[in-house]
Structure formats: structure tokens, C-alpha cells
């Protein structure tokens, strides 16, 4: 069965703090996903990866920066949080290319900035 | 327009009726599509992948419609336990990213 863990259920930060988001998946998979969902918008992409030490932008990475040292681990980094990125952000992963294989989810982080 | 377009519901139906969701998509490229569902305060999981044969899985029966770019998800003799948000997902113009619907609530009443 496939795993995907991230580091926190719950978060609540300040405005302005620096804020890490940790995703592991232990498949082995080469693809691996941030999104946040927001209600009416559905999930949105920030950013993804291919391979370590790879990273594309999403559809809105604005405010976000990734790291991805090794194929297992994922991160996600709010330089400087803001009241807008407040969100369910969801982390996910798949064996090949998303567009045709299915991308398994982590249990999602919320995340409130205060 | 959005590149995938899903009625938000909710449905309520009682428990075995048959119940049905549509979902239209922008790209007529799209290769690949898929129903994920999604409990509430939960992440989304796959339910199915859509063929273009149409394809059937138990009580759900998912259909692809090229010509009119839809997709669609049956669900007969609804279960108390298929309430949930049931996600369309559709690869985008960059066929290696997947766009999501924002989802179909269905809730079952018995």
C-alpha cells in the first residue's frame, strides 16, 4: 500500500513566519505534488517535481518555494506567511507522469495564519 | 471558462437510489481521466479511471464522452457510506499535470 505522510495535521503561524511543510511518500515514486484546496476552488497545483533536486511551478507558486534533497521527501516553504495561504495543503505522489498515472495523497495539512 | 466544470450539489438521495454526476472539461486533448473521492476533512483518493469504452466497477459505472468532452459517474443502490465529495480530474493542456474538478457533494439519507 502506498504511503504518503506529512508532517502536520494542524498548523496555526503568524503572519510573516517562515513555515515548513514536510511530505514523505515511501512508494519509491518519482512525482510528487504540493496543492492547497480551498472551497469553490477546488485543488490547485503550487508546484511538483520529477526527480530529486527537480522542481516545476504549478499553477500558483507564488509565495511558495520547494525543496526536494531526496526521491522520498518533499517540502514546502511559505517564506513569509501570509493571511491569504491560509489553506488545506495536500501533497501527493505518482510512479510516472501525472497525467496518466494515479497520484496518491497524503492526509493534508491545514494550516491557519494568523 | 474552467478547464473542468462539476455541478456542486448536494445530492441527496435515499439509500438505493441511482444517482448520476456529470462533469464537463475544456481540453479536447485530454487523455486521461479519472473519479477520485473525498471524505469529508479527508484527502481524495482514486475511484476509478475512466476508459473511453466506458467501464464499470461494482455499483459505479463511469462513461467518457469525447464528442461532447464529458465524463460521468453512476452510482446504483446508493450506501449511507457513499456520502462524500466526488472529484472529476482531467489532464491539463500540459498533459502531465491533472486539473481537478471542485467536486460533486453527494449525502445519503436512509
Known amino acids: 500500500d502506498v504511503k504518503v505522510t506529512q508532517s502536520s495535521r494542524y498548523l496555526v503561524k503568524r503572519t510573516g513566519e517562515k513555515v515548513f511543510l514536510e511530505c514523505v511518500q515511501d512508494m519509491d515514486h518519482e512525482n510528487m505534488f504540493w496543492y492547497r484546496q480551498d472551497p469553490g476552488l477546488g485543488l490547485r497545483l503550487i508546484y511538483f517535481?520529477?526527480?530529486?533536486?527537480?522542481?516545476e511551478k504549478g499553477d500558483i507558486p507564488e509565495g511558495y518555494s520547494v525543496s526536494r534533497e531526496k526521491k522520498e521527501r518533499f517540502s514546502l516553504i511559505l517564506e513569509s506567511a501570509s493571511t491569504n495561504q491560509t489553506s488545506m495543503y495536500l501533497c501527493?505522489?505518482?510512479?510516472?507522469?501525472?497525467?496518466?498515472?494515479?497520484?496518491?495523497f497524503g492526509p493534508g495539512t491545514r494550516l491557519l495564519v494568523l | 471558462r474552467k478547464e473542468v466544470e462539476q455541478d456542486p450539489g448536494p445530492f441527496n438521495v435515499p439509500e438505493g437510489a441511482t444517482v448520476a454526476f456529470n462533469c464537463t472539461y475544456s481540453n479536447s486533448a485530454s487523455q486521461s481521466f479519472f473519479w477520485y473521492r473525498q471524505d469529508c476533512r479527508k484527502e481524495p483518493k482514486l475511484l476509478m479511471s475512466v476508459y473511453s469504452s466506458g467501464n464499470e466497477d461494482g455499483r459505479f459505472t463511469a462513461q467518457l464522452n469525447r464528442a461532447s468532452q464529458y465524463i460521468s459517474l453512476l452510482i446504483r443502490d446508493s450506501k449511507l457510506s457513499d456520502s462524500a465529495t466526488y472529484l472529476c480530474v482531467v489532464n491539463g493542456r500540459d498533459t502531465d499535470k491533472l486539473i481537478f474538478g471542485t467536486g460533486t457533494r453527494l449525502q445519503v439519507f436512509p
Open positions: 501527493a505522489s505518482s510512479l510516472v507522469s501525472a497525467g496518466h498515472e494515479t497520484q496518491y
Open positions: 517535481s520529477y526527480d530529486v533536486k527537480m522542481k
